[in-house]
Nanobody
Framework: QVQLVESGGGSVQAGDSLRLSCATS????????MGWFRQAPGKERDFVAA????????VYTDPVKGRFTISRDSAKNMVYLQMNSLKPEDTAVYYC????????????????????WGQGTQVTVSQ
């Protein structure tokens, strides 16, 4: 099983940047696809970005394309979400998720397919 701990959230103004980090532990990170999701108050948990086991493929939800970048450092067992040009509608709790896979290039946007989750980190963007 993979344990996940997010960090890097905070309160910023519109237009600012944040980098979220997800520290992973466990022997299975190297064959896990990773994802970032977010949940705003009163709303469902939504997909933000995902990266394949081999780091060659990434996918983003449309509202964050061109502003957010997901990456991973397998040597450090870390996953990152660089968020630029933040908007108030990006305000949410952000969650890191992991799923083991045999598909080296697989990317997954469905939350229900991820069995491992972190506790979340709050991102608040004000006007």
């Amino acid at each position: 099983q993979v344990q996940l701990v997010e960090s890097g959230g905070g309160s910023v103004q519109a237009g600012d940047s944040l980098r979220l980090s997800c520290a992973t532990s466990g022997r299975t990170f190297s064959n896990s696809a990773m994802g970032w999701f977010r949940q705003a108050p009163g709303k469902e948990r939504d997909f933000v970005a995902a990266i394949s086991w081999g780091s060659k493929r990434t996918v983003y939800t449309d509202p964050v394309k061109g502003r957010f970048t997901i990456s991973r450092d397998s040597a450090k067992n870390m996953v990152y979400l660089q968020m630029n040009s933040l908007k108030p509608e990006d305000t949410a709790v952000y969650y890191c998720a992991a799923r083991q896979t045999t598909n080296y290039d697989g990317v997954y946007a469905l939350a229900s397919t991820y069995p491992n989750w972190g506790q979340g980190t709050q991102v608040t963007v004000s006007q």
